[in-house]
């Protein structure tokens, strides 16, 4: 069993950065994958970004690409996504998603991940 437990979330102003963490235990794979994902109201949760543990590839939707960066700190079983240049459209509950295999690049479909962690709230005021 793997728990997630994301932090970092709060309420910024548009061109503001925040870091989101989330923190892993239990049993982990150094070549499973690690993503965050997003959900605004009313519309579908939507992936954000992903990496693997033992890998230096990194993954983003279009939306974020060259404002958001994920990493991981092995040591500390732990994920970063660190976003930049927030905008209002990236108001939304984070959430951190990890799974129990291999899964195929970019590791952007929700359905492919077995654990997920709360979820953290970011809004992004203009």
């Known amino acids: 069993q793997v728990q997630l437990v994301e932090s970092g979330g709060g309420l910024v102003q548009a061109g503001s950065s925040l870091r989101l963490s989330c923190a892993t235990s239990g049993r982990t794979y150094s070549n499973y994958a690690m993503g965050w994902f997003r959900q605004a109201p009313g519309k579908e949760r939507e992936f954000v970004a992903s990496?693997?543990?033992?890998?230096?590839?990194?993954y983003y939707a279009d939306s974020v690409k060259g404002r958001f960066t994920i990493t991981r700190d092995n040591s500390k079983n732990t994920v970063y996504l660190q976003m930049n240049s927030l905008k209002p459209d990236d108001t939304a509950v984070y959430y951190c998603?990890?799974?129990?295999?291999?899964?195929?690049?970019?590791?952007?479909?929700?359905?492919?991940?077995?654990?997920w962690g709360q979820g953290t709230q970011v809004t992004v005021s203009s």
């Open positions: 990496t693997r543990w033992n890998g230096d590839n990194t």
């Open positions: 998603a990890a799974s129990n295999g291999v899964i195929p690049i970019p590791y952007d479909a929700p359905y492919r991940y077995h654990y």
